[in-house]
């Protein structure tokens, strides 16, 4: 997949480069300052998802909808230090697809960045705390981006999926996974919030539903609260 870095802070850039560059499948194709450099790149050399920092000196909000307006398939993943609720709201409004923090997890932002390339949503943990407390349905939200299709999971969320109809806990799906338990609690929620539960019973139902686990496993279980 194809990135472009955009944010006037070079010590931000830099940062994000080392981590991006080092995973396999991902190329920094460029990096831009302002608005005018984003717009400039894009022609030159196209780009997937753009890692942007919309708040950052040089850029706003709108450059989102512009750029889309010029390249249909582009996603936009937003990085940024505020995440009050009628900023997230705005963003995704505009156009922004995934959304995370600048002092979230590198796992979290790396996710971020290939799920938004796989055409899913993310959000780190700290900006779903954030649509939690402002009560704030992103399916109702004016976007091209959440009237679509049906439900789509990556596969790293099927295979936390499946642990978790399991039995496993984060603790054991972090170890068997080798990721942090922060990271494993983050997909957890993004898990339940595609799916529109609110319990571990309801990540099971939808397992054995889409058959990623047998119901027979279930049979004589005790009933899960």
């Known amino acids: 997949m194809q990135v472009i870095l955009a944010d006037s802070n070079e010590l931000i850039r830099f940062g994000l480069r080392t981590i991006l560059a080092a995973q396999a499948g991902i190329s920094i194709v460029g990096e831009a300052r302002n ?14 998802v753009v890692l942007i920092d ?13 750029a889309l307006s010029k390249f249909k398939d582009l996603r936009f993943v937003a990085i940024t230090e505020a995440q009050h609720a009628p900023i997230l709201v705005d963003a995704l409004k505009s156009g922004v697809t995934s959304y995370v923090k600048k002092d979230c997890e590198l796992a979290e932002i790396i996710d ?3 799920e938004t390339a796989q055409g899913k949503q993310f959000f780190c943990g700290q900006i779903l705390e954030t649509i939690q407390k402002a009560n704030i349905d992103i399916s109702e939200l004016n976007t091209e981006e959440f009237n679509c299709g ?40 993004n898990i339940m919030a595609k799916l529109g539960v609110k319990n571990t019973a309801g990540i099971v139902m939808y397992a054995v539903k889409t058959g990623l686990v047998s119901p027979n496993r279930f049979l004589f279980a005790p009933s899960m609260a």
């Not at 608005?35 to 997937?48: H, M, P, R, T, V």
Request: hydrophobic share 40%.
């Open 35 to 48: 608005e005018e450099e984003l717009l400039a790149q894009l022609k030159n050399f196209g780009a997937d």
């Open 54 to 66: 919309f708040t950052a000196h040089g850029f706003s909000i709108d450059i989102v909808p512009k």
């Open 150 to 189: 049906p439900i789509t999971l990556s596969e790293r969320e099927n295979e936390i999926i499946t642990l978790i109809a399991e039995g496993q806990t984060n603790e054991q799906i972090a170890e068997l996974l080798f990721l942090s338990k922060h990271t494993v609690n983050t997909h957890r929620k």
């Open 112 to 114: 971020a960045v290939k």
